[in-house]
């Protein structure tokens, strides 16, 4: 009979201490270092022990702080909502029956790039043509709960108020709405969802474990047959749920 893997021990009895309470919400973990002195194992082991609870959602990292022990909450929702203003990436939660968004808040860095071969493919631009590239954080409860990455045709918002989408007078709308302000009707969107593990820079941004599962969306927004706007949604699938909403008419 084969025997356990250290790695799982060493999970399992930090699993127990969590569940026990003898690691409080908030408490945070020794260093890899010190784990593996304490249970007799070497650092990569210790690692990966602690990577197995990140990737259950009962710790979180810290950039430059450590590893935190979770606090126990039920997988919440992220709405995708067709209705106005809900289809914005902001992270919302219906259960209460109010879709207000969660607690927590948003940071945004724009950049003018070239655009990638895919994208500018999804987009049906030149390769290299300009476009806006915003790189977002979004929080729920203090905690990155998503993040997302935007691109726009320059060629299309250039020198018009919303060329920006976190300035100006429509700053922090969403597409739809900044997209109206200079005559562009968006009528339509796709959205495609993958699950697959996260890469390293994806991981340290949610404060998850590398391989640990996520939710990846791909949005592209459209006016007619035109594309305004194609976007890459990055979702942690421990700790949310995606629910999709949809008018329904006569």
Request: proline share 8%; net charge neutral; aromatic share 4%.
């Amino acid at each position: 009979m084969s025997e356990t893997p250290a790695y799982l021990r060493v999970a399992a009895e930090l699993r127990r201490l969590i569940v026990e309470g003898a690691l409080e919400p908030g408490a945070r973990l020794p260093s890899r270092a010190a784990l593996a002195e304490a249970h007799g194992v070497g650092p990569n082991v210790a690692n990966s022990a602690v990577r197995l609870l990140m990737a259950e959602g009962l710790v979180h990292g810290r950039a430059g702080s450590g590893v935190f022990v979770r606090r126990p909450t039920a997988r919440r929702a992220v709405v995708r909502s067709w209705h106005d203003e809900r289809l914005g990436g902001s992270l919302y939660v219906p259960d209460d029956g109010t879709g207000r968004a969660a607690d927590g808040g948003r940071d945004c860095v724009s950049t003018t790039v070239p655009a990638p071969p895919e994208i500018a493919e999804r987009l049906g631009i030149a390769p290299e043509a300009p476009v806006v590239r915003s790189d977002y954080t979004f929080r729920s409860d203090g905690e990155p709960g998503m993040i997302s990455s935007s691109w726009e045709p320059l060629a299309l918002t250039g020198g018009t108020p919303v060329v920006l989408p976190e300035a100006g007078p429509l700053a922090g709308h969403g597409v739809v709405a900044r997209m109206a302000h200079i005559g562009v009707t968006v009528n339509r969107a796709t959205e495609s969802v993958t699950g697959r593990a996260a890469t390293p820079e994806e991981a340290e941004r949610l404060g998850v474990a590398v391989g640990a599962g996520i939710q990846a969306l791909q949005r592209t927004y459209y006016a007619g047959d035109r594309a305004v706007e194609t976007a890459d949604l990055v979702v942690p699938a421990s700790r949310f749920r995606l629910v999709y909403e949809f008018p329904v008419g006569g």
